[in-house]
C-alpha cells in the first residue's frame, strides 16, 4: 500500500527553527510537495522535491532523498503566523497525490 | 482574479438528502480534484478530471459522481447523503504539468445529519 508518514505535532519556540520530517513509500515517484494549512484554511503550497538535495526558498527549505523515500521540511527564524498544519504529499506513478496527515506546528512565544 | 470558488460555505443536510457542491475556476487549468479532510486522516481523493469532458475515480468514490462540462466547472453530488460523509470538502486545480502546483479552493464544511 501507500503510505506517507510524518509526526502528528510539534511544538517549537518564536525564532528558533524547526524540523519537520516525512517518510514515504508509494507506487512510483514524481516529486514530493509541502503546503501549509492554517486552521480553517485551504492548504496552499511551499515547496515542490523532485531531485535528491535542498531547495531553499526565504525562511523555508524543503529536502528530499529518493533512496531514502524521506523528506524534510526546515522552518528558520519561526514566527507566530508559522504555527499551521504542514502536508507533506507525494505524486505517485499515476500523477496523482498521496498525502500525509499533516503535522500540526504550535509555535511558543 | 478570484482562483477557485466553492459553494456553499457550509451546509447541514439530512441524511437521504441529494446536494451539489459547486466549484468554478478561473485559471484556465485542465485539471480540476475533489478532496475529503478529516481529522488525523490526509486529504482523500474522491474524483478527479484531467480536462474538460473526462472524468475518473480516485481513492474514497463510493457515494459522490462529479461531471465535468466545461474547464471551468466540476460539481460533486451526493445522491443520497450519509452521516459519513460529513466532512471539510476541497476543490483544487492545476496546469497540466505533474510539477504544476494544486491551487485550493476555501472549502466547503459538509455535516450530514
Known amino acids: 500500500g501507500q503510505n506517507i508518514d510524518q509526526p502528528t505535532e510539534m511544538t517549537a519556540t518564536e525564532g528558533a527553527i524547526v524540523q519537520i520530517n516525512c517518510t514515504y513509500q508509494?507506487?512510483?515517484?514524481?516529486?514530493l510537495f509541502w503546503y501549509q494549512q492554517h486552521a480553517g484554511e485551504a492548504p496552499t503550497f511551499l515547496s515542490y522535491n523532485v531531485l535528491d538535495g535542498l531547495e531553499e526558498k526565504g525562511r523555508f527549505s524543503s529536502f528530499l532523498s529518493r533512496s531514502k523515500g524521506y523528506s524534510y521540511l526546515l522552518l528558520k527564524e519561526l514566527q507566530m503566523k508559522d504555527s499551521a498544519s504542514y502536508l507533506c504529499?507525494?505524486?505517485?506513478?499515476?500523477?496523482?497525490?498521496?498525502w500525509g496527515a499533516g503535522t500540526k506546528l504550535i509555535i511558543k512565544p | 482574479i478570484a482562483g477557485i470558488t466553492q459553494a456553499p460555505t457550509s451546509q447541514i443536510l439530512a441524511a437521504g438528502r441529494r446536494m451539489t457542491l459547486r466549484c468554478t475556476q478561473d485559471?484556465?487549468?485542465?485539471?480540476m480534484y475533489w478532496y475529503r479532510q478529516d481529522l488525523g486522516l490526509g486529504l482523500r481523493l474522491i474524483h478527479y478530471?484531467?480536462?474538460?469532458?473526462?472524468?475518473g475515480k480516485g481513492e474514497v468514490p463510493d457515494g459522490y459522481s462529479v461531471s465535468r462540462a466545461n474547464t471551468d466547472d466540476f460539481p460533486l453530488t451526493l445522491a443520497s447523503a450519509v452521516p459519513s460523509q460529513t466532512s471539510v470538502y476541497f476543490c483544487?486545480?492545476?496546469?497540466?504539468?505533474?510539477?504544476?502546483?494544486?491551487?485550493f479552493g476555501p472549502g466547503t464544511r459538509l455535516t450530514v445529519l
Open positions: 483544487a486545480s492545476k496546469a497540466s504539468g505533474s510539477s504544476d502546483t494544486q491551487y
Open positions: 485559471m484556465r487549468h485542465n485539471a
Open positions: 504529499a507525494v505524486m505517485d506513478s499515476n500523477y496523482q497525490l498521496i
Open positions: 508509494t507506487s512510483g515517484f514524481n516529486g
Open positions: 478530471s484531467n480536462t474538460a469532458g473526462t472524468t
